[in-house]
C-alpha cells in the first residue's frame, strides 16, 4: 500500500474584486463593528460577472500544474467538492476535461461530491482512499474546492465570499494523514439549505446552523479524542497537536469553536486545563448541552480560557478566510492554506487537526502531519507558489454601489441563457479564466487571460 | 488490506405505478412499435405525488438492513449517487441519516456523488477504495442509487423511470472487483444537461447522447482491453467474460452497444471473430470513426454478428431496465440486478463486465467476479431477497390519461412549498416510505407505510 499518502501542492485562487467589511457595514446602516468585530470579518470577495465557479476551478487547475511542472498526463483521478450548482446533472469535474483532453489524457476517475460546505472533504477523502486501494494506477489524485457563496440582500450577505482550491494527492506527501484519527458526525437537519433551486440563495436559519455546527463539532471532538486513546494509551487535549484549523462561514465561530474544545477539555479533566482555567469554568460544569449553547457566560469564560492557545495554535489558520469571507467548499482549506502561507517549513514534524462542516450536515475532524518534502512539493514550495500575500494585496476593492449592482446583475444571471459577458478581464491576473457567453442551450463559453497580449480561448 | 472487497448484499426498489409503453406509445400517436421495438422498452415506472427520490431511498437502505439482518450501527460509511436534485446544498445522504441517528450511529462518511447517470459508479468506487484504505474502520460500506428520470412531453418521455438501489460493501463478497481492470473516459460534452435549475426536465440531444455514448463506450474497451493485455499477457476478446452488463437509458441502445464491442473485436482481429462474422464486416473496416457511428449498414451488420453473444452475454441483464425504464444512476445496477435474479449462484466462478455512462461526460468500463459467498451474503440469497419477479407482477398498471394528470401534477410540485400529499399509500408495499407533506420552509416529510395496520412516522 501506497504510504504518506496526502497533499503534495496547493493552489489556491480568489476573485481580485472585493469590498472591506467595514464600508459594506457603513453602506448597509448596520451598527459600527457588527461585520468586523461581531463576524470577526476583514474583507469579502465576490466573483464578477465574467467569473464563476466552473472559470476558478479552471484557473487554479491550471495555475497548479503550470507552477508544480506536472504533465496532466500524470492526473489519474480528479473530484471536485461544490455546493454552488449552474448545473444539476454535468458535473463540474467534466468543466475541467478540456484541459487533459487536449494532452489525450481522458482516464481519470472522480466525480463533483455534494453537501454544502463539506463536499471538498469528501472528495479530499476520496482521493486519499484512491491512492491507497488496488485500483489505484500510479498516478496523481487532483481536488478541486470551488465556490461562489452569496446571499440575499439583508443580515447574511456580508458572510459571503469566493475561492477555488486544488490540491494535488499522491503518496510521500508534505502532508499526510493520519488515517486512523477521524471521526465524523452526520445528521438530518434543516440549518442550511437550497431548496429554492431558481435561486442562488440559501435558506438559512443562521441560529440554528451555529448550535448545529457547535453540536457537530463537540460529537467529533469526543469520538477523535476517543479513537486517540484507544490508540495512544493516552487522553487527548489541545496540546497534543500545534494547530487547529476550522471551516470558517465567519471567523467569530472559529473563535466561539475553538473554545468549545477547551470547553470539552475541562470536562474531561485533560491535561490542557490549568488550575486557573478550572476555576474560571467551574460554574458551569453542571450546565446541560443544550444550556452550554445557549450561555453567553460560557461563551465568554471558555474564550478568556483559550485566548493564549487561539492566538498560537488558530490564528495563523484565519488570514484567508477573514480576508475573502466564506469560500464553502474552499474555506477550510482557504484556511489551511493560510497557516502553510504563515507557517511554511516551521511547520515539519507537527500535527495539524482539521474540522470540516457543511449543513445539512456532515461534519469530520481529521489530523494531518506535516514534513518538509522535497521540491516541488515542500511546504515551503508550497507557500511560495500560493503567493498569498501577493494575491491578497493586488486585490481591487470596490464601493458598496458597485457591490450591490453587481449583486443584482449576477441574481438576474442565474440559471439564465443567451447572454454575452462584457468580456472584461483588465482586473483579472494573467492566466485567469473567464466567462464570455452562456448560449441559448445554456452552453458556457469560457476564454483565458493571456500571460503575454492576446487572449487564448480554451476550444469548446 | 482487505481483500475481495466489493458488493455484499443488493436490495432494488421500484415504484408499483407505471405504464405500458404499448399504451403509451398509442396514446401518443407514435407509429406502432416505435416505443416497444424502437426504443426496446415494454413497459415505464413512476413516482406519483407520494414518492420521490429521498422515499425510494430510506425504502431501499430500510429493507437491505432488515433483510440481511445488518444493524444499522455496522456501517461506516453511506453514498448516495442520483442526479434528481431536490436540494442544491443539502445531500440525500443526509436524509437517509435518521434510519442510523436513532440507533446512535452518526459516525458515517460519503456524501452524494453527481455527474448524471454515473454518481452510482462513483460512489460504488469510493466504498470499494475506502473498505481497502487505511482509514477503513472494520465497518460495512452502504453505497445508494436513487432517481426519477422524468421528461417533457415528446418523443424523450418514454425514455423515462424511477428506481432506488442499495449495496452493502465489504471484503470477502460474492461479487468482488477485479480493481486492475478499469477503464474510464471522461470529456466536456453537452449530450444531456440540466442548466434550467427551476425545471424538473433535461436539456437533450438525443443523437448527440447516443454517439457520446458509443464513443466513451470504443474508447473505455480499447483502454480495458490494454490493460488486460498488460495483466494476463493476452489479448482480450467478449469472450473472456460471461457477461455483459450496460447502463440501460433504453434497450436498444443496449443491443447497439454490445454489437459495437464485437466491431472493436473485428478491428483488432480478436478471437471472439470467426471466419464468416469476419466477411461480414470486412465492408466496414476502412470506416473513419466518424462515420462508423453514422452508419446503418454497419449497425445491422453488427448486430447479425453480435446477436447469438447477446442472446447468452448480455440479455439476462435486460430485464428490469425493460420493465422499468432508465433509473439513470440505477439503471446499470438495476441491470445488474436482473442478471443475478435470472442467473443467481450459476455465476459462481464468472466474471461480469459492466459500463457505466453519464452525460456530461463520464464513463467507466469495469469487471467483476462471482462467487457463491455465505449466508446471508450469498448470490442465491441476494435473488431471494430482490424478489424481482413478485415485485414486477404487483405493479399497477395506470392508463394513459392517468399517467399523463400525474406528470402535470409532479411538474408543478417540483421545487414547491407549502403543500400536503394525499398521504394515499393504498398501491404502496408495507414498509414503503412516502412523502407527506413539505411545508413552508419546503422541509420534507415522509411516513413508513407499516407492515402491520396503521402507519409509522418516520421522526423528522
Known sequence: MAKNVGILAMEVYFPPTCIQQEVLEAHDGASKGKYTIGLGQDCMAFCTEVEDVISMSMTAVTSLLEKYGVDPKEIGRLEVGSETVLDKSKSIKTFLMPIFEKCGNTDIEGVDSTNACYGGTAALFNCVNWVESSSWDGRYGLVVCTDSAV?????????????????????????????????????????????????EYPVVDGKLSQTCYLMA??????????????????????????????????????????????????????????????????????????????????????????????????????????????????????????????????????????????????????????????????????????????????RNEFPPEKFVEIMKLMEHRYGGKDFVTSKDCSLLAPGTYYLTEVDSKYRRFYAKKAVENGVVANGH
Chains 1, 2 share one sequence.
Open 151 to 199: 446571499y440575499a440582500e439583508g443580515p447574511a450577505r456580508p458572510t459571503g465570499g469566493a475561492a477555488a482550491i486544488a490540491m494535488l494527492i499522491g503518496p510521500n506527501a508534505p502532508i499526510s494523514f493520519e488515517s486512523k484519527l477521524r471521526a465524523s458526525h452526520m445528521a438530518h437537519v434543516y440549518d442550511f439549505y437550497k431548496p429554492d433551486l431558481a435561486s
Open 217 to 394: 463539532l463537540d460529537s467529533c471532538y469526543k469520538s477523535f479524542c476517543d479513537k486517540y486513546q484507544k490508540l495512544e494509551g493516552k487522553q487527548f487535549s489541545v496540546n497534543d497537536a500545534e494547530y487547529f484549523v476550522f471551516h470558517s462561514p465567519y471567523n467569530k465561530l472559529v473563535q466561539k469553536s475553538f473554545a468549545r474544545l477547551l470547553f470539552n477539555d475541562f470536562l474531561s479533566s485533560a491535561s490542557s486545563i490549568d488550575e486557573a482555567a478550572k476555576e474560571k469554568l467551574s460554574p458551569f460544569s453542571s450546565l446541560t448541552n443544550e444550556e452550554s449553547y445557549q450561555s453567553r457566560d460560557l461563551e465568554k469564560a471558555t474564550q478568556q480560557v483559550a485566548k493564549p492557545f487561539y492566538d498560537v495554535k488558530v490564528q495563523p489558520s484565519t488570514l484567508i478566510p477573514k480576508q475573502v469571507g466564506n469560500m464553502y467548499t474552499a474555506s477550510l482549506y482557504a484556511a489551511f492554506a493560510s497557516l502553510l502561507h504563515n507557517k511554511n517549513s516551521t511547520l515539519a514534524g507537527q500535527r495539524v487537526i482539521l474540522f470540516s462542516y457543511g449543513s445539512g450536515l456532515s461534519a469530520t475532524m481529521f489530523s494531518l502531519r506535516f514534513n518538509e518534502g522535497k521540491h516541488p512539493f515542500s511546504l515551503s514550495n508550497i507557500a511560495t507558489v500560493m503567493n498569498v500575500s501577493e494575491k491578497l494585496k493586488s
